[in-house]
């Protein structure tokens, strides 16, 4: 639906537009070019210190953090 759609665009430029707002206020710069995901494609997982996770976005690579 059309609706949807839109609104999915809406919500995205504001997601976009919260987080280049936050990053502007640490001196962080997006450059063109750059990936953005506005939403998420997972379900969110629980984390602790001492936690390692590997997220894999297949051609778009992978990125692995650990929580100290």
């Known amino acids: 639906r059309k609706e949807s759609s839109a609104a999915s665009d809406v919500y995205k430029r504001q997601a976009l537009t919260w987080l280049i707002n936050e990053l502007n206020?640490?001196?962080?710069?997006?450059?063109?070019?750059?990936?953005?995901?506005?939403?998420?494609?997972?379900?969110?997982?629980?984390?602790?210190?001492?936690?390692?996770?590997?997220m894999d976005f297949y051609e778009l690579g992978k990125v692995d953090c650990y929580f100290s």
Do not use: M, R
């Open 25 to 54: 206020k640490y001196d962080i710069i997006l450059y063109s070019g750059q990936t953005i995901l506005t939403g998420t494609c997972i379900k969110p997982i629980t984390v602790a210190e001492g936690d390692y996770i590997v």
